[in-house]
């Protein structure tokens, strides 16, 4: 296949043709990036221009090696991955659809160690890469709009036992975190971590997440009493204590089941997540569940196009 054919194979066919040859081939992956980010109207990272255009061997005529750009009217020149979480990487960008391809069809993602293997690179690299496809994930607070209409709303502990438990029966809380949870009925969820599930943190975060307009759903924490004060829709709870799970619509099952499939992600394909990475993988079950309406090429094109604008930098110490 000349470079003609497979450029016209990459725009004419569904993203779940597309992406296999992406995760195959370095040039099919750049152009497939290319595609998701700029469409038919390529255009300047760095001023905006639509004069730009390929920068090609001298020798050969073919595209450069770094696959450049270059803009006529700054001079800059620029790739795919400029703005993006995968600028500055070193790592091949198939590796990264390969990865994006992963993490956005599989319901309870996909371990470092596992892309690691089928990509054949370092297990630093395979966490570094993903990572940032977590961070690509991550929601634009800023822009996202309230919960509306019935709200069921939760907390959960998320954490094993401690390595050396102390001699007291049971689990302590303290060696777990906290996670509190809004779901709309079939809509959005919202999720992050908390410090703590006091009454002041969590409704603090029922007020962020959820329209006045409202109706609240929870179990019988007292935690969320005089919620309801607040909310058009009132308060409503059922009392699992008495073993009372439905009344009517009633029900917490639906914010439940969100975070069971975090757990069971959790134990059966990374095993473990530090407190510190946590938030990380909540953002990625969040983005799994709000575009479980669509389908697999669909997810991973979102996700690659939330790539860009976003960089995860992890800032060194300074020395006194």
């Not at 795919?80 to 995968?86: A, E, F, L, N, S």
């Not at 409704?203 to 004060?229: C, F, H, T």
Request: glycine residues 6%; contains cysteine.
């Amino acid at each position: 296949m000349n470079k003609r054919d497979r450029k016209h194979q990459l725009s004419n066919s569904p993203i779940v043709d597309q992406i296999p040859l992406a995760c195959s081939s370095e040039l099919a992956a750049v152009e497939f990036l290319e595609s998701q980010r700029w469409g038919d109207t390529p255009c300047c990272v760095k001023c905006g221009s639509v004069n730009v255009y390929k920068m090609a061997d001298a020798k050969t005529g073919e595209r450069n090696k770094r696959f450049l750009w270059r803009c006529r009217d700054c001079k800059e020149q620029y790739t795919v991955r400029i703005g993006t979480v995968y600028e500055e990487s070193r790592l091949e960008l198939r590796h990264w659809c390969y990865a994006f391809w992963r993490a956005c069809t599989s319901k309870k993602g996909v371990s470092a160690l596992e892309i690691k293997r089928h990509c054949q690179i370092s297990y630093k690299s395979a966490l570094f890469l993903m990572n940032r496809i977590r961070f690509a994930m991550s929601p634009d607070t800023a822009s996202e709009p309230l919960l509306t209409g019935t709200i069921e709303v939760d907390e959960t502990y998320v954490g094993g036992r401690p390595r050396y438990p102390s001699k007291k029966k049971g689990w302590s809380r303290a060696t777990k975190t906290a996670v509190f949870a809004a779901v709309e009925r079939d809509g959005p969820i919202r999720r992050r971590v908390v410090a703590d599930v006091t009454a002041q943190t969590l409704k603090a975060a029922i007020r962020e997440y959820v329209d006045p307009q409202a109706r609240i759903i929870s179990d019988e924490n007292l935690a969320y009493r005089g919620i309801g004060r607040e909310f058009a829709g009132g308060h409503h709870t059922v009392v699992h204590s008495a073993k009372e799970y439905v009344r009517g619509d009633v029900t917490t099952n639906t914010v439940e089941s969100s975070f069971a499939l975090i757990k069971r992600g959790i134990i059966g394909v990374y095993h473990n997540v530090s407190r510190e990475h946590l938030h990380r993988y909540i953002d990625q079950y969040d983005f799994l569940w709000n575009t479980r309406k669509m389908n697999d090429g669909e997810r991973t094109v979102l996700a690659i196009q939330s790539a860009e604008g976003k960089r995860l930098m992890y800032k060194q110490p300074t020395a006194n």
